[in-house]
């Protein structure tokens, strides 16, 4: 059983400030009674980049049909399901710290919103593509479809400058996983993540105003622990039920080291012993909810269930009792505080993302996969490129004339593939390449 969580102070909710609050093009409210918080959640929540997401790789690309599914099989999840679990998550922990809970849930249901179709894999593809325009990052895609692609709300003496959703600057600022743009990260500056284009910096810097250079504020270090619990927890039970993972070989000793060598290479901190690896796996097999085995049945699925729900419990408990502890029973929030997450989690984390790792991404079915969808995509931004405007949708098709050099024109094919689902990149690729 999860300790009980002590009931929110009675000044948690006291109000964010006005430039907290402002938006990047002033605007009336529509309706009296909501916050501007609450309508950021709900133009996320209506957009279409968000629907999108039902047609985007999370883990296993699920209309394939490669490899075939176990009798037991239940749908994956996508980049859809994932972020609606991510933003519950973020919700209900964002609350317990006094923040805003529409701010942290509006950043979940955004953060991924730039991913391309086949997940990380798409990724890669298309920062190759991107290279001649500054390259390609998913979150630094997201800021850009929020605050200049998402059609909702345009400005400027001729009313045809798009703002994208225009949301306040705390949710874009939760939103921001990475705050900085490429070649700017704080310690590395060959890191491959990055949080803005060059040609976004105006809006990036308003919505950074006053902000600690590279620092993340609260409640976007809260959304990054939601997703790291989500798709940590849901990776591993998407491969259990897909009969990638029988829990029981986590018992086995070369299992084991295959899973600490992934652990330690992609998602530990730098140095971590091997011993510390073992140790995080060990406590979460020796706990009584721990699913030793997986059939497929009601009541199996129910244990698995289970300790998903245990496992999001355990991580979000030990988040808010070590950052209480540190920041006292007050209401945290913007750059008040930082979000303290004890090395023993993270590094169960580490260990759980590490299994679904070894057990399902690096099999070798899906590395062929994989290796078809980045040629795929290479192929779809060759075509595109010779072909442009032909199969660009009517909104690119528009910014591709408008476009004042190459370098723009390529930007633009590229934020087409990037909104693209699976199957619509597949069904674009066999249109322009057929001879």
Known sequence: MHPARPAPRADAYVPYDETAAARFDPEPDKRPGRTAFQRDRARVQHSAALRRLAGKT?????????????????TPRTRLTHSLECAQIGRDLGAAFGCDPDIVEAACLAHDLGHPPFGHNGERALDRIAAPCGGFEGNAQSLRLLTRLEPKRFTGPGGDRPVGLNL????????????????????????????????????????RENAPP???????QVMDWSDDIAYSVHDLEDGIHAGHLAPGLLHSAPERETVFEVAA???????????????????????DWWPASYDGTAPAQARLKDATSQLIGRFCLAAEGATRARFGTGPLRRYA???????????????????????????????????????????????????????LDPQYRALYLAAGDDAARLRVLVDQIAALTDASARSLHARLTRH
């Not at 999370?58 to 239940?74: F, H, K, R, S």
């Not at 939103?175 to 990036?204: E, M, N, Q």
């Open 337 to 391: 505080a930082t979000l303290v997450v004890p090395e023993d989690a993270r590094l169960e984390c580490a260990v759980l993302k590490a299994v679904a790792d070894a057990h399902v991404m690096q099999r070798p079915e899906f590395e062929r996969q994989r290796a078809r969808q980045r040629a795929l995509l290479t192929e779809l931004g060759e075509a595109l490129q010779a072909r442009a405007p032909e199969g």
């Open 168 to 207: 306040t600057r705390a949710v874009l600022d939760a939103a921001t996983k990475y705050p900085w743009p490429r070649g700017a990260h704080p310690t590395d500056p060959d890191s491959p993540k990055y949080g803005v284009y060059a040609d976004d910096l105006p809006v990036f810097t308003w919505l």
């Open 58 to 74: 999370q883990i296993v690309t699920p209309d394939t049909g490669d490899p075939a599914p176990p009798a037991w099989d239940i």
């Open 265 to 287: 290479r992609r998602y530990a901190p730098a140095g971590t012993e091997r011993g510390a690896l073992a140790a995080a796996l060990d406590r979460l097999l020796a706990q």
């Open 214 to 220: 590279a620092a993340r504020c609260f409640e976007a």
